[in-house]
Nanobody, 120 residues
């Protein structure tokens, strides 16, 4: 069974930087994409950034130019480098992986979330 391990959340000052990491483990036949999403109380989960198996990336308008998503050094890992953080970026960040479990079965798994707090 595929599982995700998230790390890197914590407390950072406004204007600071933080890097989130996510590693997928289990029976992934072929990776489709990995990404980061975030939730704030009163708001539904929103996309932050994604990267697919061909290294193509997508960012929400609110983080363009500040966040960078990249594939990790090991297979089925992803990093999110967050720069110039503001209180509006504070949220629980969730990692996701979309993959084929075999030749025909498509699936998606979510991590448990890691808390990012931006405050002075």
């Amino acid at each position: 069974q595929v599982q995700l391990a998230e790390s890197g959340g914590g407390l950072v000052l406004p204007g600071g930087s933080l890097t989130l990491s996510c590693a997928a483990s289990g029976s992934i036949f072929r990776l489709i994409a990995m990404g980061w999403y975030r939730e704030t109380p009163g708001k539904q989960r929103e996309l932050v950034a994604t990267i697919n198996s061909g290294q193509a990336t997508h960012y929400s308008d609110s983080v363009k130019g500040r966040f960078t998503i990249s594939r990790g050094d090991t297979r089925n890992t992803v990093n999110l480098r967050m720069n110039s953080l503001t209180p509006e970026d504070a949220a629980v960040y969730y990692c996701s992986v979309r993959y084929y479990g075999d030749f025909t079965t498509r699936a998606e798994v979510w991590g448990q979330g890691t808390l990012v707090t931006v405050a002075s």
